[in-house]
């Protein structure tokens, strides 16, 4: 028997899959020189959107029991007091160009601006 699927979040709405709480990035890859890009990928370090990423989980980050579907959910355990750059999170734009780390699939971002 197959399992009911739950819709997916509209954007804006927050999957909780805790990606944005547990990678850390490191660096943009265009701001490496080939020798840095060599040794960062020599080592694991996960590389996506732009950046390489180190596997760096907020120790506010708590793992819900899962619900009747099965997906691991996440969330904050200081959601209410959370510093700024938590709250301003949403994969937008900043000043200069810069953007957050937006994780793949993120649907509190929508669609990424390339």
């Known amino acids: 028997m197959m399992k009911p699927t739950q819709p997916a979040p509209s954007t804006g709405t927050c999957s909780r899959c805790g ?8 660096v943009s890859v265009h701001q490496c020189k080939p020798h840095q890009l060599q040794y960062l990928r020599e080592r ?5 959107g732009g950046f390489f990423l ?3 989980p907020c120790r506010h980050l708590r793992e819900d ?4 579907s099965g997906e691991r959910r996440w969330s904050c355990a200081i959601y209410d007091t959370r510093p700024a750059t938590c709250r301003d999170f949403c994969g937008k734009t900043l000043s200069g160009g810069k953007r957050y780390y937006v ?3 993120c649907t509190m971002a929508g669609e990424k601006k390339r």
Do not use: I, M, S, Y
Request: charge should be negative; hydrophobic fraction near 25%.
């Open 103 to 105: 994780p793949e699939g």
């Open 65 to 68: 029991e899962p619900d009747e």
């Open 44 to 48: 694991g370090l996960k590389e996506t």
């Open 19 to 26: 990606e944005c709480c547990r990678w850390l990035p490191f």
């Open 54 to 56: 180190v596997n760096a």
